[in-house]
C-alpha cells in the first residue's frame, strides 16, 4: 500500500478540516487519534470516506504508514498531551523525522521541545495556524517555526493548502528557530483581542451613546466592511447585528455579557512585561475580558453608582464617522504595538524575523484578515528597520488626520460615562509615543530618593548614574544591582 505524504494526531474539528484540505491538494494522509476505534473509524467511514486519507488504529502502524522522513503533525490541546506524543512518538521513529504541533502552544514549551527532539536526530516545528474550522478546510493563515532543515519537507504541503492573496502569494512562509512560529502566533492572537475590543468599544459607542438599533448598526458595520476597515472581524459584527431568531429578536441581545479567553491574550502581555514593551491596548484588551467576568458585581456596583447617559444632540452621521476615524487610528496603534513586541523579541531570542513576510501570512486565512495589512507589508518591504508603524509614511500621515475625530470620541465617553479602555489606552501611547519629555525624570528622582537607585542626567553623556543625597543623611551608596 502507498505510504501517506503526512499523518494528522488529533482528528477534532480542527485535525480533521485540515486532513481533509490536504487529501483535497493531492497529498495522501494518515489519521490516528488517542480512541480510534471510535474516532478514526467515524472519521474515515464519514466525512473522509472515499478520499485518499488511511485510518491507523495504534501509533506503530500510524507511524509505519507514512514515507520517510515522516511529516507527522499534531492537532490536540497544548500543554501536557502535546508532550505525552513526543514522548511516545520519540522511541519509534528514524533520524531525520518530523513532528509537527499545529496547536497553540506557548512559545516557551515549543522552544524547549525543539531542543529536546533534536536532540534525538528528530525534526521539530511548532506551527501557528489561524482560521477556525473554515479556515482549517478552505485555507488557513499558517506561522511555521522550529528546525529549518524540516521547512523544505513541509513547504510544499503547507503552502499549498494554506490562504492564498489576490497575487497567489501564500499565507504561509518560514517563521523563524524554536519558538518564532508559536511567538509570531500568540502575537496574531493578542491582535486578534485588540481587534474584537475595539470594534466591541465601537459598538457599545453607537448603542449606549447614539441609540442606534441592530440594524442601524449593521448597516453602518456594512458600510465600513467597504473602506479602509475591510477585514474579517468586521464583515462578521455586520453579520450578527443582522441576525435574528425565529421569533424575530436579535440573537446579539440575547448573549450574557461576560467574555471568555484562552490565554493567548494573556500570554501576549506577559511577553511584553518580559520584554519591557508597552502592548498597552492589546493588555487592557484582556483586562476588559476579565471585567466582562465580573457580572454580579458590575450589576451591584451599577445600582450603587446608577448611570444616565444623556441622549445625544450632535450630527449622528458625523459622529459615526469619527467614530470609524477613532477605530482606523487605534487599529493602527494596535499593529504597531504588536510589532514592537515582535521587534523586541526577535532581538532577545536571535530570531530573523520576516516582518513584512509576517504581514502577509496574516494578509489572508487567519482571524485578523484584513486589507489594512497589505498597508503594513509595504511598510516593511520599504524599510524593512522599521522601528515603529506610527514613523511609516502611510500610517503617520494616516494618524495625523485620524487625530481630531479620535480625541472627539474618546472625549466624549469619557464625559458620558461609556467604558472605551482600548480607545483611550490607545490614545494615551500616541501622546506618550509623541512626546520628547515625559515625567519619568520625576518618577527617577522618586526612585532614587526613597532607594538610591541613580539616575542618568540631562547634561551629561548617557550611560553615566547619578545619585543625590536627596535628605543630607542618605550618605554617598546607591543601589545598583536591583530594579524597584
Given at each position: 500500500?502507498?505510504?501517506?505524504?503526512?499523518?494528522?494526531?488529533?482528528i477534532?474539528?480542527?485535525?480533521?478540516s485540515?486532513?481533509?484540505?490536504?487529501?483535497?491538494?493531492?497529498?495522501?494522509?494518515?489519521?490516528?487519534?488517542m480512541?480510534?476505534?471510535?474516532?478514526?473509524a467515524?472519521?474515515?467511514n464519514?466525512?473522509?470516506?472515499?478520499?485518499?486519507?488511511?485510518?491507523?488504529?495504534s501509533l506503530?502502524?500510524?507511524?509505519q504508514?507514512?514515507?520517510?522522513?515522516?511529516?507527522i503533525?499534531?492537532?490536540?490541546?497544548?500543554g501536557?498531551?502535546?508532550?505525552?506524543?513526543?514522548e511516545?512518538?520519540?522511541?519509534?521513529?528514524?533520524?531525520?523525522?518530523?513532528?509537527?504541533?499545529?496547536?497553540?502552544s506557548?512559545?516557551?514549551?515549543t522552544a524547549?521541545?525543539?531542543?529536546?527532539?533534536?536532540?534525538?536526530?528528530?525534526?521539530?516545528?511548532?506551527?501557528?495556524?489561524?482560521?477556525?474550522?473554515?479556515?482549517?478546510?478552505?485555507?488557513?493563515?499558517?506561522?511555521?517555526?522550529?528546525?529549518?532543515?524540516?521547512?523544505?519537507?513541509?513547504?510544499?504541503?503547507?503552502?499549498?493548502?494554506?490562504?492564498?492573496?489576490?497575487?497567489?502569494?501564500?499565507?504561509?512562509?518560514?517563521?523563524?528557530?524554536?519558538?518564532?512560529?508559536?511567538f509570531?502566533?500568540?502575537?496574531?492572537?493578542?491582535?486578534?483581542y485588540g481587534?474584537?475590543?475595539l470594534?466591541?468599544?465601537?459598538y457599545?459607542?453607537?448603542?449606549d451613546?447614539?441609540?442606534?438599533s441592530?440594524?442601524e448598526?449593521?448597516q453602518?458595520?456594512?458600510?465600513?466592511?467597504?473602506?479602509?476597515?475591510?477585514?474579517?472581524?468586521?464583515?462578521?459584527?455586520?453579520?450578527?447585528?443582522?441576525y435574528?431568531?425565529?421569533?424575530?429578536?436579535?440573537?446579539?441581545?440575547k448573549?450574557?455579557?461576560?467574555?471568555?479567553?484562552?490565554?493567548?491574550?494573556?500570554?501576549?502581555?506577559i511577553?511584553?512585561?518580559?520584554?519591557?514593551v508597552?502592548?498597552?491596548l492589546?493588555?487592557?484588551?484582556?483586562?476588559?475580558?476579565?471585567?466582562?467576568?465580573?457580572?454580579?458585581?458590575r450589576?451591584?456596583?451599577?445600582?450603587v453608582?446608577?448611570?444616565?447617559?444623556?441622549?445625544?444632540e450632535?450630527?449622528?452621521?458625523?459622529f459615526?464617522?469619527?467614530?470609524?476615524?477613532?477605530?482606523?487610528?487605534s487599529?493602527?496603534?494596535?499593529?504597531?504595538?504588536?510589532y514592537?513586541?515582535?521587534?523586541?523579541?526577535?532581538?532577545?531570542?536571535?530570531?530573523?524575523?520576516n516582518?513584512g513576510?509576517?504581514?502577509?501570512?496574516?494578509?489572508?486565512?487567519?482571524?485578523?484578515?484584513?486589507?489594512?495589512?497589505?498597508?503594513?507589508k509595504?511598510?516593511?518591504?520599504?524599510?524593512?528597520?522599521?522601528?515603529?508603524?506610527?514613523?511609516?509614511?502611510?500610517?503617520?500621515?494616516?494618524?495625523?488626520?485620524?487625530?481630531?475625530?479620535w480625541?472627539?470620541?474618546?472625549a466624549y465617553?469619557?464625559?458620558?460615562?461609556?467604558?472605551?479602555?482600548?480607545?483611550?489606552?490607545a490614545?494615551?501611547?500616541f501622546?506618550?509615543?509623541?512626546?520628547a519629555?515625559?515625567?519619568?525624570?520625576?518618577?527617577?528622582?522618586?526612585?532614587?530618593?526613597?532607594?538610591?537607585?541613580?539616575?542618568?542626567?540631562l547634561?551629561?553623556?548617557?550611560?553615566?548614574?547619578?545619585?543625590t543625597?536627596?535628605?543630607g543623611?542618605?550618605?554617598?551608596?546607591?543601589?545598583?544591582?536591583?530594579?524597584?
Amino acid at each position: 500500500m502507498k505510504k501517506s505524504d503526512i499523518g494528522m494526531i488529533g482528528i477534532a474539528v480542527m485535525g480533521q478540516s485540515l486532513a481533509l484540505n490536504m487529501e483535497s491538494k493531492g497529498f495522501q494522509v494518515s489519521v490516528y487519534d488517542m480512541n480510534p476505534e471510535k474516532t478514526v473509524a467515524d472519521f474515515v467511514n464519514g466525512r473522509a470516506a472515499g478520499k485518499n486519507i488511511q485510518g491507523t488504529y495504534s501509533l506503530e502502524e500510524f507511524v509505519q504508514s507514512l514515507e520517510k522522513p515522516r511529516k507527522i503533525m499534531m492537532m490536540i490541546r497544548a500543554g501536557k498531551p502535546v508532550d505525552d506524543y513526543i514522548e511516545k512518538l520519540i522511541p519509534i521513529l528514524e533520524e531525520g523525522d518530523i513532528i509537527i504541533d499545529g496547536g497553540n502552544s506557548h512559545f516557551p514549551d515549543t522552544a524547549r521541545r525543539c531542543e529536546l527532539v533534536e536532540k534525538h536526530g528528530l525534526q521539530y516545528i511548532g506551527c501557528g495556524v489561524s482560521g477556525g474550522e473554515e479556515g482549517a478546510l478552505k485555507g488557513p493563515s499558517m506561522m511555521p517555526g522550529g528546525s529549518p532543515a524540516a521547512w523544505p519537507h513541509v513547504k510544499p504541503i503547507f503552502q499549498a493548502i494554506c490562504a492564498k492573496v489576490e497575487d497567489g502569494a501564500a499565507c504561509c512562509d518560514w517563521v523563524g528557530e524554536n519558538g518564532a512560529g508559536h511567538f509570531v502566533k500568540m502575537v496574531h492572537n493578542g491582535i486578534e483581542y485588540g481587534d474584537m475590543q475595539l470594534i466591541c468599544e465601537a459598538y457599545q459607542l453607537m448603542r449606549d451613546g447614539l441609540g442606534m438599533s441592530n440594524e442601524e448598526m449593521h448597516q453602518v458595520f456594512a458600510e465600513w466592511n467597504k473602506g479602509e476597515l475591510d477585514s474579517y472581524l468586521i464583515e462578521i459584527t455586520r453579520d450578527i447585528l443582522a441576525y435574528k431568531e425565529e421569533n424575530g429578536d436579535y440573537t446579539v441581545d440575547k448573549i450574557l455579557d461576560t467574555a471568555g479567553q484562552k490565554g493567548t491574550g494573556k500570554w501576549t502581555g506577559i511577553a511584553a512585561l518580559d520584554e519591557g514593551v508597552p502592548l498597552t491596548l492589546i493588555g487592557e484588551a484582556v483586562f476588559a475580558r476579565c471585567l466582562s467576568a465580573m457580572k454580579e458585581e458590575r450589576v451591584n456596583a451599577a445600582q450603587v453608582f446608577p448611570k444616565q447617559i444623556p441622549a445625544f444632540e450632535g450630527d449622528k452621521a458625523a459622529f459615526i464617522e469619527s467614530i470609524r476615524k477613532a477605530l482606523y487610528a487605534s487599529k493602527i496603534i494596535s499593529y504597531a504595538q504588536g510589532y514592537t513586541l515582535m521587534r523586541t523579541a526577535a532581538k532577545t531570542y536571535n530570531w530573523n524575523l520576516n516582518y513584512g513576510g509576517i504581514a502577509l501570512m496574516w494578509r489572508g486565512g487567519c482571524i485578523i484578515r484584513s486589507v489594512f495589512l497589505g498597508k503594513i507589508k509595504e511598510a516593511y518591504d520599504k524599510n524593512p528597520a522599521l522601528e515603529n508603524l506610527l514613523l511609516d509614511d502611510y500610517f503617520g500621515s494616516a494618524i495625523k488626520e485620524l487625530v481630531p475625530a479620535w480625541r472627539e470620541v474618546v472625549a466624549y465617553a469619557v464625559k458620558v460615562g461609556i467604558p472605551m479602555p482600548a480607545f483611550s489606552s490607545a490614545l494615551s501611547y500616541f501622546d506618550g509615543y509623541t512626546t520628547a519629555n515625559l515625567p519619568a525624570n520625576l518618577l527617577q528622582a522618586q526612585r532614587d530618593f526613597f532607594g538610591a537607585h541613580t539616575y542618568e542626567r540631562l547634561d551629561q553623556p548617557r550611560g553615566q548614574f547619578f545619585h543625590t543625597n536627596w535628605t543630607g543623611h542618605g550618605g554617598n551608596t546607591s543601589a545598583s544591582t536591583y530594579n524597584a
